[in-house]
């Protein structure tokens, strides 16, 4: 660095100047002094002995917990119901705006019931004449027996005529079955919701052709879907299916295939977990093409904001209940794959402690290796120290937030 003293000699030197720029120059070069003489008072200092880092350190906490694991998953219709017509004939009238919520009973379609009221007619006209036949045969066979007591006719003509009467009141049968199945035809005119729920739009406009019956050629009218309760299907590994397994062969955690396990659900635009159901269903069998296991939980839907097809995320029972060492997430550091957290012992001096974490529970990260409550890790501050280095520690208490979503939950969760 060029001193003052040097700098004015060389000023010195310069017979020519002008005294006016050797003025100027002076005043710079004296300010440019000043500022390095004053950083270089700064960096004296900083390179002075170490400071004590003011950090935050705490206890972990040490409290029961229970884990849960989060899958996606979709909603789908308690019931999903295909309208279709039970007889042909053409469309009369529509009786609902596509899309609005309907209940059991309510009546949607009306085929033309002109063609049923006259086959019931006809077939109650069928009756009729067939007890009249049978009315005649019942006379003939009191007759016959009547003359076969006074030796007029044989026994087989007797019995011709009990056979005949036979017929007919056979035939009065078939007529009553042709009459009840011509009344449920005509029924079948006026199609009816078979549950509540949210009617899709209409398929078919009044005037077409409907094709009814049972075979696959019938007519599509409309769908319904049941929206209260509703189902949320989703899919689990594997070995997340293994695992539930053994904890539930352990005692640990009931399986839902046999238990109504609770479970908690959230959409898209949701904080926390507010819609809670039970799982109702587990399938038998690993997906071939998937490598997974499908379940199924059911849950109340009171205000229909959940509809079929939306995506949502679940939590269920992941393990039994434990004692765990809790932390906050903040406080761990990551060294590639490795996690860490910083450990101030008695002599206020920092150490890096390699720990193993599991999932987060009540705000806090569970340790499940590494840490003990009688540690103290460095919870604020922690990017300010290294290893070896002496701090001025500041006691501070962890404290967990309770999200609902504990063992004690499980006592009403069934």
């Known amino acids: 660095m060029l001193k003052q003293s040097t700098y004015r000699r060389w000023l010195s030197r310069q017979d020519n100047a002008n005294p006016s720029t050797v003025g100027r120059v002076f005043s710079l070069s004296t300010?440019?002094?000043?500022?390095?003489?004053?950083?270089?008072?700064?960096?004296?200092?900083?390179?002075?002995p170490n400071?004590?880092?003011?950090?935050?350190?705490?206890?972990?906490?040490?409290?029961?917990?229970?884990?849960?694991?989060?899958?996606?998953?979709?909603?789908?219709?308690?019931?999903?119901?295909?309208?279709?017509?039970?007889?042909?004939?053409?469309?009369?009238?529509?009786?609902?705006?596509d899309g609005q919520l309907v209940n059991k009973g309510d009546l949607l379609f009306k085929i033309d019931p002109r063609p049923f009221v006259?086959?019931?007619?006809?077939?109650?006209?069928?009756?009729?004449?067939?007890?009249?036949?049978?009315?005649?045969?019942?006379?003939?066979?009191?007759?016959?027996?009547?003359?076969?007591?006074?030796?007029?006719?044989?026994?087989?003509?007797?019995?011709?005529?009990?056979?005949?009467?036979?017929?007919?009141?056979?035939?009065?049968?078939?007529?009553?079955?042709?009459?009840?199945?011509?009344?449920?035809?005509?029924?079948?005119?006026?199609?009816?919701?078979?549950?509540?729920?949210?009617?899709?739009?209409?398929?078919?406009?009044?005037?077409?052709?409907?094709?009814?019956?049972?075979?696959?050629?019938?007519?599509?009218?409309?769908?319904?879907?049941?929206?209260?309760?509703?189902?949320?299907?989703?899919?689990?590994?594997?070995?997340?299916?293994?695992?539930?397994?053994?904890?539930?062969?352990?005692g640990m955690r009931p399986s839902s295939s046999s238990a109504a396990n609770p479970v908690y659900i959230r959409i898209a635009d949701e904080d926390g977990w507010p819609h809670r159901g039970k799982m109702d269903f587990v399938d038998n069998e690993v997906g071939e093409a998937t490598g997974t296991v499908r379940g199924r939980a059911v849950l109340d839907n009171p205000g229909r904001i959940l509809q079929p097809g939306m995506f949502g995320r679940i939590r269920i029972i992941g393990s039994g209940e434990y004692e765990a060492v809790l932390v906050p997430d903040a406080a761990i550091l990551s060294d590639q794959a490795t996690k860490i957290v910083m450990v101030v012992d008695d002599k206020q001096k920092v150490s890096a402690r390699k720990i193993k974490i599991g999932p987060i529970v009540d705000g806090l990260r569970v340790v499940k290796d590494g840490l003990s409550v009688d540690d103290q890790i460095i919870v604020a501050g922690m990017q300010k120290v290294r290893g070896g280095q002496d701090v001025s520690a500041n006691k501070v208490e962890i404290k967990a937030k309770p999200d609902g979503f504990n063992a004690n939950r499980l006592a009403d969760g069934n």
Do not use: C
């Open 31 to 48: 300010v440019a002094l000043v500022l390095l003489a004053f950083l270089g008072a700064n960096t004296a200092m900083a390179q002075g």
């Open 51 to 97: 400071q004590k880092v003011p950090v935050d350190v705490a206890n972990p906490i040490k409290k029961k917990v229970r884990e849960w694991d989060e899958y996606t998953g979709r909603f789908q219709a308690f019931q999903h119901v295909e309208l279709r017509a039970r007889v042909s004939g053409y469309l009369q009238s529509i009786h609902f705006e």
């Open 118 to 250: 006259a086959e019931l007619a006809a077939a109650q006209a069928r009756v009729e004449s067939a007890k009249a036949e049978l009315k005649l045969a019942d006379a003939e066979v009191a007759r016959g027996e009547d003359l076969r007591s006074k030796k007029v006719v044989a026994e087989a003509e007797v019995f011709n005529r009990r056979a005949q009467k036979d017929v007919k009141a056979a035939n009065v049968l078939v007529a009553e079955a042709e009459v009840e199945t011509a009344k449920l035809n005509l029924d079948f005119t006026e199609i009816r919701a078979p549950v509540a729920g949210r009617i899709s739009s209409r398929k078919v406009d009044v005037g077409n052709l409907v094709a009814g019956g049972t075979g696959s050629t019938t007519t599509l009218l409309t769908t319904i879907n049941t929206l209260d309760p509703i189902h949320f299907v989703f899919d689990v590994s594997e070995q997340a299916y293994l695992n539930y397994t053994r904890l539930s062969a352990e």
